[in-house]
């Protein structure tokens, strides 16, 4: 729906109430979560679910993640729900982690792109949740930016991003976690397809069974790879400054950044590194905490197309365990060009 300027509503019972009205009636409204903003549709209205394509300028073979607010909608959206799902859902829902069944009829072919599985999860943003309540729907939602930008961490890189394109933003406040839920695949074996808050390890805890990480997570996929996940094919989280990372120690790292030639080069370094640069910087959290870069990244990303930004050399953060998620974003938001020192 073409609208002259998109509304922004607070998460009040009035805003609630709205979002769940347009979602009724099959028309998309962003919304927040704790991981990013989503742009929201009746999962299983198929007229609704392609205007999030057509409003993305999404591809349109790749499948989106169902939102529900309790464990019945999830019965109804899966053909069975095993026992180690339900051990996954009990330990970490509501939150931050999606999980791939095989689906139900109910699904339609458009939500899940024509594969036979569903990605399902419960958001812990009291908004998402209140709102899935009253629409009395699932909803299908990828993240609310246009697709190749960064995702949305606050309802104005929403605004940003789909002013005039969809009828109401609700605006949730900055999101808590800040990079997308992780994606595990319970299909087959299980397996790890996006990293995220949730890490493999803490899944492999409660499945007594180790979760194998799907090695897309961390390179590009070779020439006629089919990818578990359509996600992994795609350029994302792209500013159009050309991003670097860089895997060195921080002395390294300067050296590098202050000689650039490019006059538009910034750096993009963790808290307190910024005096030792020559060159203008943004942060993205600091050193080895997982948490504060997830939450930063995405904003800083975006920050460094305001800015002008031509070449970005980027701190890299740490790859294992929380940093996993951080790190994967960080390798396509730089194309996979890295440069160790
Ligand atoms: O945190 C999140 O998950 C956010 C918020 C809004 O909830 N949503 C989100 O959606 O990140 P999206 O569409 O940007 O990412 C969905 C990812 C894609 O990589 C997609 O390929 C994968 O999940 N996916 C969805 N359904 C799948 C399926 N049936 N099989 C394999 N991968 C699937
Ligand atoms: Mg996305």
Redesign the pocket.
């Known amino acids: 729906m073409n609208v002259p300027i998109t509304q922004v509503l607070s998460c009040d019972e009035n805003g609630v109430q709205e979002a769940a009205a347009l979602l009724q009636a099959g028309h998309v409204v962003a919304i927040p979560?704790e991981?990013?903003?989503?742009?929201a549709a009746n999962a299983l209205n198929e007229t609704a679910v392609k205007k999030i394509f057509s409003v993305k300028g999404?591809p349109q073979d790749?499948?989106?993640?169902v939102?529900i607010s309790d464990l019945n909608m999830w019965s109804s959206l899966v053909a069975d729900l095993p026992k180690h799902a339900l051990a996954l859902a009990d330990a970490f829902w509501p939150g931050?982690l999606?999980i791939?069944l095989p689906?139900s009829d109910l699904v339609p072919a458009t939500t899940?792109?024509g594969?036979d599985?569903?990605?399902v999860?419960m958001?812990s943003h009291p908004a998402a949740r209140a709102v899935i309540k009253a629409a009395g729907v699932p909803l299908a939602?990828?993240?609310?930016n246009l697709s190749g930008s960064p995702?949305p961490t606050t309802a104005q890189h929403c605004f940003k991003d789909l002013n005039g394109k969809i009828p109401l933003i609700l605006d949730g406040g900055s999101c808590d976690v800040g990079i997308?839920?992780t994606?595990v695949?319970l299909?087959e074996k299980p397996v790890l397809?996006?990293p995220?808050a949730i890490t493999a390890e803490m899944l492999s805890r409660v499945l007594g069974e180790t979760v194998a990480i799907s090695e897309a997570v961390s390179r590009p996929l070779k020439a006629g790879e089919r990818p578990?996940?359509?996600?992994?094919k795609y350029r994302h989280y792209a500013p159009r400054a050309r991003v670097i990372l860089v895997e060195s120690d921080l002395e390294s790292y300067i050296k590098l950044l202050n000689s650039a030639a490019e006059p538009k080069t910034y750096g993009l370094v963790f808290e307190g590194e910024q005096p030792l640069a020559l060159k203008p910087c943004i942060t993205y959290g600091r050193a080895h905490d997982a948490a504060s870069q997830n939450r930063e990244l995405f904003a800083s990303l975006r920050q460094l197309d305001d800015c002008g930004a031509k070449l970005v050399y980027a701190r890299c953060p740490d790859r294992d365990g929380a940093s996993l998620g951080v790190y994967n974003r960080m390798l396509r938001a730089a194309a996979f060009e890295v440069i160790k020192l």
């Open positions: 979560t991981t990013v903003y989503g742009l999404r790749n499948p989106l993640i939102h931050p999606t791939i689906k899940t792109a594969m599985s569903v990605a999860r958001p939602a990828p993240s609310a995702s997308e839920s994606v695949s299909v397809l996006r995220g578990t996940s359509p996600g992994m």
